[in-house]
């Protein structure tokens, strides 16, 4: 099992070289990229959300209703007055840090059903209907912020496999397949809800024909791999 630190350094590397691909491509501007890029490394972090009490946990609880509480004041600053902004802002930090965080913290075992696939599908429908419904993203933005949480929580699973198998020889056996798991098959209920979960919020999710359609075309890759070296010297414009 990896270590905070590591999956924070891997997450944001991973993400942030990805971001990088859709900022050299056109397909997202500059904020957006960062954006993308903080998305990514939180995903990177949430499969380990219910490790019970430990800090690096309860900090990023923090930094998760820090984040939830600005992007919904962004999305309302016209709407509303300062005061009301304030009191949103409150709220929202208020709800993530508290009940949210007691609620994972009571109801959950450690590597059960949100170190699993099933879980980085959830996040990602939770995250792209979060920003199309509440923060007004349009609906291909939505699915890529979405879609950097998932890839997030792959690089976490991921690495938390390879690390049983690579510093833990001796112990193979026992942490072998725990990380990178389907759903969790030791507590098929919990897998119920979570597949149910799953399919709801893909229901409120928004229309994914843009989102598919450029990731499904070959030009963009094209357009990637066009961009990928430079074409004279290198650095040439510095
Ligand atoms: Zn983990």
């Known amino acids: 099992m990896a270590n905070f630190n590591t999956h924070l350094t891997v997450a944001a590397i991973g993400s942030g070289a990805l971001a990088t691909v859709c900022l050299a491509t056109g397909v997202v501007s500059p904020n957006e990229m960062v954006m993308l890029t903080l998305a990514g490394t939180i995903g990177g972090l949430l499969p380990d959300i219910d490790l019970d009490h430990s800090s690096p946990t309860k900090l990023m609880f923090t930094v998760l209703a820090l984040l939830i509480a600005f992007f919904a004041i962004f999305s309302q600053a016209d709407d509303y007055a300062i005061i009301e902004l304030w009191m949103l802002w409150g709220f929202?930090?208020?709800?993530?840090?508290?009940p949210l965080w007691q609620f994972f913290n009571e109801f959950t075992a450690h590597r059960g059903i949100?170190?699993?696939?099933?879980?980085?599908?959830?996040f990602w429908f939770f995250t792209t209907t979060i920003c199309y419904q509440i923060f007004?993203?349009?609906?291909?933005?939505?699915?890529?912020?979405?879609?950097?949480?998932?890839?997030?929580?792959?690089?976490?699973?991921?690495?938390?496999?390879?690390?049983?198998?690579?510093?833990?020889?001796?112990?193979?056996?026992?942490?072998?397949?725990?990380?990178?798991?389907?759903?969790?098959?030791k507590r098929r209920n919990n897998s119920l809800m979570m597949a149910g979960a799953v399919l709801v919020l893909y229901l409120m999710t928004p229309d994914n024909s843009e989102f598919f359609r450029v990731w499904g075309?070959?030009?963009?890759?094209?357009?990637?791999?066009?961009r990928f070296f430079p074409e004279g010297m290198w650095f040439a414009s510095f």
Do not use: P
């Open 92 to 98: 929202c930090y208020a709800v993530v840090r508290y």
């Open 217 to 226: 075309d070959s030009a963009t890759y094209g357009h990637i791999g066009a």
């Open 136 to 185: 007004d993203f349009q609906a291909f933005l939505s699915w890529l912020v979405g879609s950097f949480i998932f890839i997030g929580f792959i690089i976490h699973l991921g690495l938390d496999e390879w690390y049983s198998v690579e510093f833990n020889n001796r112990r193979v056996k026992r942490s072998f397949g725990t990380a990178m798991k389907l759903w969790d098959y």
């Open 114 to 122: 949100f170190h699993s696939l099933l879980s980085a599908l959830f």
